[in-house]
T-cell receptor, first 111, second 110 residues
Framework: DVKVTQSSRYLVKRTGEKVFLECVQDMDHENMFWYRQDPGLGLRLIYFSYDVKMKEKGDIPEGYSVSREKKERFSLILESASTNQTSMYLCASSRQNSPLHFGNGTRLTVT | TQLLEQSPQFLSIQEGENLTVYCNSS?????LQWYRQEPGEGPVLLVT?????EVKKLKRLTFQFGDARKDSSLHITAAQPGDTGLYLC??????????FGDGTTLTVKP
């Protein structure tokens, strides 16, 4: 089975801090994605990557950046965390044109 | 921009009842997926449907894809508490990205 591992289940950070969310997949998938999930707003795509060193903006990239230095790892970076970035963050991976495999999520609270 | 509408938003039923949830798209689906997300977990793929009119069964779950490939339904027979969760439909485009509906939150009471 594909395993997508997110480094933290829960994080609490202060406003203005730089925050790193890490995601690792073990199935050699080309594609990796970061979504955030909020009540009433569903899953919204932040950034995605089709290959190492490549990144594409999703629907809500503002306030975020990403890094993909290795195929198996995709990091989401909040340069200066704000309270409106409090959310559930979901990482996913997939082969080309195939469904997504999700991690268990990181619930981030920014105070 | 494609919009996926799911209904109902919330559904609470007793164990043993049947139910149907719906997913409607503003445009033709490329490839429709249904996922289930349990509390505290990430979404897990249930099924992929591609062909208009397609029907797939997964134990007590029956998935139907509309002939015009713009709508889908998920029917659960004799619901059990283990079916509780958020049911999400999604379209996986040729670019590899997925667009999600807001989901139906199902609660099955013992």
């Amino acid at each position: 089975d594909v395993k997508v591992t997110q480094s933290s289940r829960y994080l609490v950070k202060r406003t203005g801090e730089k925050v790193f969310l890490e995601c690792v997949q073990d199935m050699d998938h080309e594609n990796m994605f970061w979504y955030r999930q909020d009540p009433g707003l569903g899953l919204r795509l932040i950034y995605f990557s089709y290959d190492v060193k490549m990144k594409e903006k999703g629907d809500i990239p503002e306030g975020y950046s990403v890094s993909r230095e290795k195929k198996e790892r995709f990091s989401l970076i909040l340069e200066s965390a704000s309270t409106n970035q409090t959310s559930m963050y979901l990482c996913a991976s997939s082969r080309q044109n195939s469904p997504l495999h999700f991690g268990n999520g990181t619930r981030l609270t920014v105070t | 921009t494609q919009l996926l509408e799911q209904s109902p938003q919330f559904l609470s039923i007793q164990e043993g009842e049947n139910l149907t949830v719906y997913c409607n798209s503003s445009s033709v689906f490329s490839s429709l997926q249904w996922y289930r997300q349990e509390p505290g977990e990430g979404p897990v793929l249930l099924v992929t449907v591609v062909t208009g009119g397609e029907v797939k069964k997964l134990k007590r779950l029956t998935f139907q894809f509309g002939d015009a490939r713009k709508d889908s339904s998920l029917h659960i027979t004799a619901a059990q508490p283990g079916d509780t969760g958020l049911y999400l439909c999604a379209d996986n485009t040729n670019a590899g990205k997925s667009t999600f509906g807001d989901g139906t939150t199902l609660t099955v009471k013992p």
